[in-house]
Each structure stands twice: as structure tokens, then as C-alpha cells.
């Protein structure tokens, strides 16, 4: 690491002799035509919505003043990623209604997993869209984007170029409902531990996947403060990236930003973080057979029983189980420049391959 620096800085100061000192700086941003999104709720832009219908309001009242298939008030560190990348937000791929692949997909849904689960979303509220079933809709979408783009026309101002494949962005933030699958099917965390080592196996064979079809730069997220999941991935990654000579793989530790945010919600001008801000009655204005958006009829008439609080920007906790805008935007500003990424490498600069 260190070494890297010293190289660049070195190579900086030789070369700024003959050249403009610009030429040096713009070199280093990856300039990602594209983002190829794999994941669950946290950055789910409207696949689980599209599929089992819209997270209903007040979902999306701050930024998007409407339902926009995120859970939460607002943007998502994704949209803070494309936002700050220069492209347009993901479309999600299973979103047949409006949606734009020019600068990529979002495969995403609320629920998912990394390993495909044995109950349904009724019984267990796992999306059946887990990280393989997003794999083949990735793969599909590669291979026919390609066959649809090569008949011109409209398409072509609908769906990405072969060579954005390469040069894309991959980032992934999955594996806390893997860890809730098994809570919620009672096993005891022993049982639960014993499975880590096949949800990191399954996770790193899609890493290879992507790989095989071009991939080249990986952003991964480690999982929020749920469980041990965050603390065993770094270690598994750097064998990963052995495999892969030609990937940049950086991983992202969210799940400090995310615990810091919340033990120091107070210092930092946010309420109780604990509390959701959308939700309905109980110690933590959550009860989770009224949710956030539920509505009731009273009198023939429908109205909101679980709605939201009056200033979502002064809460950290949307609905009980996402972020606000306010704390995915606080996130992203921690995570962007690389302070929390191993390599520490900035989010424009993913694309340049370090040791870790
Ligand atoms: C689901 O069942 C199959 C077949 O019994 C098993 O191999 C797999 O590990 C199970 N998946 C989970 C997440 O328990
Ligand atoms: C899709 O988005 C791209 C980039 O923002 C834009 O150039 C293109 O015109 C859009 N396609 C349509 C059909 O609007
Ligand atoms: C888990 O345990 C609870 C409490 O004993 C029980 O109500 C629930 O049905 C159990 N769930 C499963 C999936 O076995």
C-alpha cells in the first residue's frame, strides 16, 4: 500500500516536469461508463417492487416526493454513488415501466440473499431473487442487450455498449438476510456460523462469474451491524482477489460507518437512532404487523396508520429495519474518498488495481 503511493507520488512529481499537472490528476478517475448493482434492501432502486409490488408511501416523500422502489425516505448510498459517478440513477432490470440501461442495471431486490432460501417470501419475507437468480438476470442482460442494441434504432438509446461491460462498475452489498434467515428459522447463532463459510463460498463464485463475463471493478460492501458476516469477508476477500489477476476489488467497510453513525447519533445532531421515524406505536414506533405505509379503512374511508415522522432528515432509522436519506447520505460521504475501503482507494478511482 504504502509503496503504491510513494510510486505515484514519485511518478507525480517526474512527470508534472514535462506535463501539465492536470493531465496527471484526470488519469487517475476511472471515468465508469456503467454500474452493475447486486444486492438487497440497501440498494434496491425498485426491483422487489416491480416484482411484488411498490413500497407504498410515504416511501420516497423526500427526495423523490413519490413511491420510487426504494425503502426509504429517499436516496440510497447507491443513488449517492451514481449521483457522484455522474450517471443517472439504476434503473432496476425488472422494472419494465420507464426504466433507462444506458449506464447500467440494478439487480437488487428488498429480501434477497446470497444463498437461495427454501421458504417464501410469505412465509419468510425473503425475496426469492437471491444473489444466483441475480447472476442470470445479469448474464441474460449482458448477452441480450447486446443482441437488441445490434438491431439499432431506439434501443440503442436504451441499453449500454459491449465495451461498458468491461469498464463498469460492479458493487454488491448482500449477505445480512443470510444471517436473519437462519435466526428467523430459529437456529442458534452456532448453527448460523456454520453456514458463513457456504454464503462466502456462493458469494465468491458470482465474483467469478462476473469476472468471466468481463468484469473487471468490484466495490463490495460488507453487511450492516448484523452478526459476524462483516468481520469474516475482508479476510475471505484478499484470498478472492488472488484468483482474479485482473480485478480491482475493493471492500468497503459500511458496517463501521454504520455503527458509528448510530453510537454517536446524538454528537452528530440525530435523534434517538433507535427510533423509527415512519411506524406505528411501541417504544421504537415500531410494530411489525403495522408498518411503515400501512393504511386502514375507517368509515369507507382508507387512511395512513403507520406514517412518518415530521423531520425525517433529523432520523437515522426510516422504518424500523432501512436508513433515511439523511444517514444513507452521511454514509456515503464517509465511504466515498476510500477512508473505510481496503485498498483505500476513492469510489472514481475503483478501477485501479492495488495489493490489499
Ligand atoms: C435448501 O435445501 C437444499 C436441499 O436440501 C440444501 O442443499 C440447501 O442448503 C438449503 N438451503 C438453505 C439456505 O438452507
Ligand atoms: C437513456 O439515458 C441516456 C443517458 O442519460 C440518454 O442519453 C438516452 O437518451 C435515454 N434514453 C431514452 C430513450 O430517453
Ligand atoms: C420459532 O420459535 C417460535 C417461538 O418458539 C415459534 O413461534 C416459531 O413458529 C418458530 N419458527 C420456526 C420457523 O420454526
Keep these: ?16 516536469v514535462t506535463l501539465l499537472p492536470s493531465t496527471i490528476f484526470s488519469s487517475t478517475s476511472c471515468n465508469f461508463p456503467a454500474i452493475f448493482n447486486f444486492g438487497d434492501s440497501n440498494s434496491d432502486t425498485g426491483g422487489l417492487s416491480a416484482a411484488f409490488g411498490q413500497a407504498p408511501p410515504p416511501n420516497g416523500e423526500t427526495h423523490f416526493h413519490t413511491p420510487a422502489g426504494r425503502y426509504s425516505d429517499g436516496r440510497l448510498v447507491i443513488d449517492f454513488i451514481a449521483e457522484s459517478l455522474g450517471l443517472p440513477y439504476l434503473s432496476a432490470y425488472l422494472d419494465s415501466v420507464g426504466s433507462n440501461f444506458t449506464h447500467g442495471a440494478n439487480f437488487a431486490t428488498a429480501g434477497s440473499t446470497i444463498r437461495p432460501q427454501n421458504t417464501t417470501i410469505s ?16 448474464s441474460d442482460f449482458h448477452r441480450r442487450s447486446q443482441t437488441i442494441r445490434k438491431q439499432g434504432g431506439i434501443f440503442q438509446l436504451f441499453l449500454p455498449e459491449e465495451i461498458d461491460f468491461s469498464r463498469a462498475l460492479y458493487t454488491f452489498d448482500i449477505g445480512q438476510n443470510d444471517l436473519t434467515a437462519g435466526y428467523k428459522l430459529n437456529m442458534s447463532t452456532e448453527q448460523v456460523k456454520a453456514y458463513v463459510p457456504d454464503v462466502l463460498g456462493q458469494f465468491s463464485n458470482i465474483i467469478k462469474y462476473v469476472y468471466a463475463q468481463g468484469g473487471r471493478s468490484f466495490w463490495i460492501h460488507n453487511t450492516g451491524p448484523v452478526g459476524c458476516l462483516a468481520y469474516v469477508l475482508d479476510r475471505f476477500l484478499v484470498t478472492a482477489a488472488q484468483d482474479l489477476p485482473l480485478a480491482s476489488i475493493t471492500y468497503v467497510d459500511v458496517y463501521s460507518v454504520k455503527y458509528s453513525i448510530i453510537s454517536q447519533a446524538k ?28 393504511k386502514k379503512i375507517v368509515n369507507g374511508k382508507e387512511i395512513l396508520i403507520a406514517k412518518s415522522c415530521k423531520y425525517p432528515s433529523a432520523r437515522i432509522n426510516w422504518d424500523g429495519t432501512h436508513f433515511t436519506e439523511a444517514a444513507n447520505k452521511w454514509i456515503f460521504d464517509k465511504i466515498v474518498d476510500g477512508s473505510f475501503s481496503d485498498p483505500p482507494v476513492p469510489l472514481e478511482e475503483a478501477c485501479h488495481k492495488m495489493d490489499h
Design 267 to 294: 454528537k452528530l445532531g440525530f435523534e434517538n437512532p433507535f427510533i423509527a421515524c415512519c411506524g406505528h406505536g411501541g417504544k421504537y414506533n415500531y410494530n411489525r404487523f403495522i408498518k411503515c405505509g400501512r
Design 123 to 138: 412465509q419468510s419475507g425473503v425475496s426469492p431473487i437471491s444473489l444466483d437468480v441475480q447472476f442470470v438476470q445479469f
Design 1 to 16: 500500500m504504502e509503496s503504491y503511493y510513494l510510486r505515484l507520488h514519485w511518478l507525480g512529481v517526474l512527470i508534472s
